[in-house]
């Protein structure tokens, strides 16, 4: 129904031009719900007006876009009101400021209705009583005010609504009516546009999903994959930061921060004019590789295209989370016991992911640890690592895993003595890590000898050490069995802010089911060297 | 228990070897060392006499096994004969040193444990630490010197007064005088060793769990100081006893030497001064059997005494 | 560590010592004669040329006596340093890699533990004549082992601590593990060791020497109290003979109170076996 060629918008400036979208070549499916998804200044808004095409004078636009096959874009004011009087109808962001204050609610209804309707079909097609066509924008509630522009949106009869933000600032009851009413359009054959920031809803209610970002489409799939089987890292990342109803885990933010593009003109004198803080030059390579917790080289470099997979396409070099380290079928016994204490055993661990492995005592998790890390070799099956692989650990008892002689200091130093790190960047890199580990603010705990740090203290410091020479994998076992609860909640803070901030995957073995929910993104169940559950776990499922 | 067995068997066997080989390795022998200074010259006979072609290792060893000890050069008798009569005085002195000073050493050690770190056990402690730190040489000379030579309460050297024939207790008597001062010498250096190794040994069973529910359950301090702890640290005592040994032996040597006491050690002391070599050979053969036996034996007591799976 | 130095039995060991120690250093500054040189008049009297008079081949006593403080050191440093490195390097080799390395080392241990070295020593004392370097090489051998084994207990047991295997995880190398994390954790040890060993090598060579077993040229405090011995019977003894009884002792008694108050420090499974 709707399909954009390469199609780019740009919005004008004095002394630079931003970019609003960049190079979108994909279609929206007649008779489907689309779901638009992303943060603000990723296009989500510039989009629909140029769906509507309505866009401000120092837009310009290149590509193709065509709604119904019609480039409305380049055709003249008149034809563009036909086309969204008749093709496609629009409801706006926001509440009553859309609404003509002085008028009735019936008499803009009128203004715009369709002849087969009548004010109050519509009204009641969108829950709303008969008698609010006679109220004034002033005496409406926030959820009527959505309502009506809704049904402002309906009335045209056009067969492609563009909904921006309809479900914002509703409450529950609300949300869920209008969700059984997209339902109900769709089954008319409606074809509705999305756009949205609530994951949720757009797993619910859509079919696909686009994914933008900073003027983008990142991602395009079916949106019952959004949560489990997205492929784009930004896609991933955005459904961790959902807050969900049936999930434990808390909300994490994605590291860095959104920027406007922009490109300065070659004729712009911008010598001497400083850039806000807010916008940056438009660089070469993805446009998420900053925040993006596995970026390579390349990512930098080149940008990746749209690239087609069974039923989406995303753009990204790389399909989903790479694994960093997998165990495929593994068994291991050791040396001079025959007992299996791990059998058939399947994990993978991905880059800015947190799988919690839980088990009771003697299930074998530290041996999976050790696996991982490859200390053991397996007896059957094999280990896959992604090379060259740099693998932290933290263990359970700090005292044992400090040398007692050793100063806090060397300590943390101490992998990136081993891993030859150059040597004048050093001490900033232990104090700077020690830093992110909590460990800076008394300046001399650095200096202090094991025996006079507390035990929370000495773990921050191993995770410290752990972290120091930018490993790809934290193996912690059991980190806060040995600590008090308080500092337990502490230590696990601390590495979860780490992992955001670093990207790292982890690996976190326990015994407390209840501190993996809230901490994990996968937990896997290990009862006597099996695997009995991979997955999310959400609320309801649990208890062996 | 095997491996052990096999060293000590290996040593003996290296101690063996050594004293049949070295003189031959090296350079310097009975003749030369007798007569390479004086006027006097050897007919080829006598020369041949006195420096006889040495025997395979293995007919030397069978000769040994025998009791075949060979001839002394220096003093043309047999060897078996000397030995004959320097050992009984080393072990009448050897004896009376030694057990006195482990009976002491054990008893005091015991004690001394028990009061840990009271008045008494410092300064007892404190006095072994100095007596240990002074060698057995320094002791023998001082006792000589000052208890022989200066104040002349006991002779100067010797088991008898020489050339005397008194018999019945005046002998006894006369033995005892001249037994005294090296006696006291051993009895004081070893006792020192000894008391340390005890304590040592003792302090090391008394916070065992058995020891604190032995007086629980009402057992007298008496019975629970030794027949708990102080049989239970007979096994690390016994054990590092072991080591002991050769030094016990140098002791002795150097203790006869200063007092020339006519034992074992003075036999093998003047064999060396004269490079005696048959002598030497035998009585350094002899002791290493002495002392390597005796450390099988005691390593037989430590593995027939350690219970399974104890602390030693 | 720093409660060890309050102890009196350090001060005390250390005073002794140190005042032996500063007369040889004392004299590789200044002789009063040549110590060598016997042309003296022989057993003189002390007096105020020669503090403590002339031995019997007409050698200054005094300069002899400055000499042979020197010698009992450097021999004592010289045996302990290779008994106490060999034991290290054998200890360390044994107890990180273990295997045939482990077997191999030991079992040679094994016999060299059952030796009894004194005697070994009195053999070849009294057959080759060797030096007293030669012969402190050979004593150092020869009581290495038990050294060796201590060494050798505590590695095993270092090796396997965690932060040994973290480090090992995070790439280290053998040599770096025993170069940065053994080997501190050993020094304390090896210092207790060396110091064991000295005091077993004074005492050794002054009972050698006494003997007779080492070259009368190279002198020493045994040396000195045995060719005094011979002159027992004339009144020389608190001149001759006293002196070098009495410094012997005090050196000795010294190292011994040293290392008396330094194994409250130690491990105590660990300082039973060296106490033997």
Known sequence: MVEFVDFSLFYEEEHHRLIALENLTCRLEKGKITAIIGES??????????????LPSNATAQGSLKVDGVSWLDQESAQQRLFRQRHIAYMPQGGSENLNPLLSVGAQLREVMAPRFTCKGLLESVGLKEEVQERTPRELSGGEVSRVLLALALASDAPCVVLDEPTAGLDETSKRSLELLFNSLRAQGKTLVLITHDLELAHRVSDVTWVLYLGQLLEVLPSVELFERALHPYTIALSRVFPRMDRAKDIVKIKGEATFRLVHRHDASHAHTSTPEHVHVEAKGCVYAPRCTQPVRRCFEEKPLLKGTQNGAHACYFEGMRPLIALESVSFAYPRSDALVLQNFSLSLKRGEIVALVGDSGSGKSTVAKLMAG???????????EEP???GMVHQHPMQALNPRFSAYESIAEPLVLGRFPKERLDARVREVALACGLGEDGHVLDLLPHK???GTLQRVCMARALANYPDVIIADEPTSALDPSVQARVMKTLLDLQVETGVGVLLITHNLALARKIADIIALLKNGRLVYEGD???GVGGL | MARTFLSYALALGVMAYL????????????????YASSDVVLSPQEEARLTPVPPSFLAYVGAFMRGDFGLSLAYGVPISTLLGEALPWTLLLGLCAYLSSFAVAFVLGVESAFRRASKVDRRLSGAMVSLDGVPELVLGVVFLLFFGAHLGWFPLQGALTPYSDKSGIAHVADVLAHLCLPAMTLFLASLSGQFLLVRVSVLHVLPAPFVSCAHLRGIGPWRVRYKYVALNALL???VRFGFRLASMVTSLIVVETIFAYPGIGSLLMDAVAK?????????VTLLSLGVVGMSVLLEGVAFWLKPKGSLA | MKRVLREPFFKVGVVLFGAVSALGILALFWLPHDPYAFVFEPLARPSLTHLLGVNDAGMDIFSELLVAVQNTLMFGVWVAGISVGLGAVVGMASGYWGGWIDAVLMRLCDILIALPSVLVLLLVASIARPSGMELGALLGVLSFPIGAKVVRFQTAHLKETLYVEVALQMGASGWYVLRRHIFPALAPLIGFSFAGRFRFAVMAQATLAFLGLLSPSEKSFGMMIRQGMQYYYLDIWWHWIFPPVVLLGMALVGVTFVIFSLEGVLDGRVKGVLRG
Not at chain 1, 375 to 385: D, N, T
């Open chain 1, 375 to 385: 200390m053991l070799a397996p007896k059957e099956g094999r280990v896959v690592m």
């Open chain 2, 19 to 34: 004293s049949y080989g070295l003189p031959l390795w090296l350079p310097g022998d009975f003749a030369t060392a007798m």
């Open chain 1, 537 to 539: 776990m959400p609320t």
């Open chain 2, 275 to 283: 490079r005696d070599v048959p002598v030497i050979q035998v009585v």
């Open chain 1, 389 to 391: 692989l740099r693998v």
């Open chain 1, 41 to 54: 200044g990723a296009g989500k808004t510039s989009l629909a007006k140029a769906l509507m095409a309505h």
């Open chain 2, 236 to 238: 690390p005592i016994v």
């Open chain 1, 453 to 455: 740090l507390s035990l």
